[in-house]
T-cell receptor, first 115, second 111 residues
């Protein structure tokens, strides 16, 4: 039973560029959440997707956008990259609609470095 | 704003000792709490969770205690092993909201 998988594992981009990160949820899960984790900090919530729609959003600018596909996989897009976007981007999946609390299962993340 | 935090950024213990990692939360409306373990280069790994209608929950070698009166959460690890060395995060939410993480406690286990 595959867990949450993310690609790529590492990525180096230049300021101003755009990046797309990908996530496949754990089998049986239908909800995907994205988090940004700066070095030495706890994960910060970016947004959550359920039924192909953004259901919740954290305090991140519109440069951060996402998408969920019919097979529940998801993408995170970041436009106009800034040096401060360098971080570990974590994808987490869970089962259930908004309001049902269940543990998030995390992937190992994509390490994004912006130079 | 409201957030989840941990009392100590680092904790060093000897192999075989019991470890206690503490967490204070400020949102009295939170009704679900989780502990995660994160090893270097990996994503957070679920350890144990507890809902607000419980005070204590036990797993394998781990126990989570919830004190709603003082808004305090703790993780107890029995017979700590070198493989327990990692960063531990508590996280909380209420129904319909995102999971909020604290800053983490680094547990170092020496043999």
């Amino acid at each position: 039973d595959a867990g949450v998988t993310q690609s790529p594992t590492h990525l180096i981009k230049t300021r101003g560029q755009q990046v797309t990160l990908r996530c496949s949820p754990k089998s049986g899960h239908d909800t995907v959440s994205w988090y940004q984790q700066a070095l030495g900090q706890g994960p910060q919530f970016i947004f959550q997707y359920y039924e192909e729609e953004e259901r919740q959003r954290g305090n991140f600018p519109d440069r951060f956008s996402g998408h969920q596909f019919p097979n529940y996989s998801s993408e995170l897009n970041v436009n106009a990259l800034l040096l401060g976007d360098s971080a570990l981007y974590l994808c987490a999946s869970s089962y259930g609609a908004e309001g049902r609390n269940s543990p998030l299962h995390f992937g190992n993340g994509t390490r994004l470095t912006v130079t | 704003g409201e957030s989840v935090g941990l009392h100590l950024p680092t904790l060093s213990v000897q192999e075989g000792d019991n470890s206690i990692i503490n967490c204070a939360y400020s949102n009295s409306a939170s009704d679900y709490f989780i502990w995660y373990k994160q090893e270097s280069g990996k994503g957070p790994q679920f350890i144990i969770d507890i809902r607000s209608n419980m005070d204590k929950r036990q797993g394998q070698r781990v126990t989570v205690l919830l004190n709603k009166t003082v808004k305090h959460l703790s993780l107890q690890i029995a017979a700590t092993q070198p493989g327990d060395s990692a960063v531990y995060f508590c996280a909380e939410n209420q129904a319909g909201t995102a999971l909020i993480f604290g800053k983490g406690t680094t547990l170092s286990v020496s043999s």
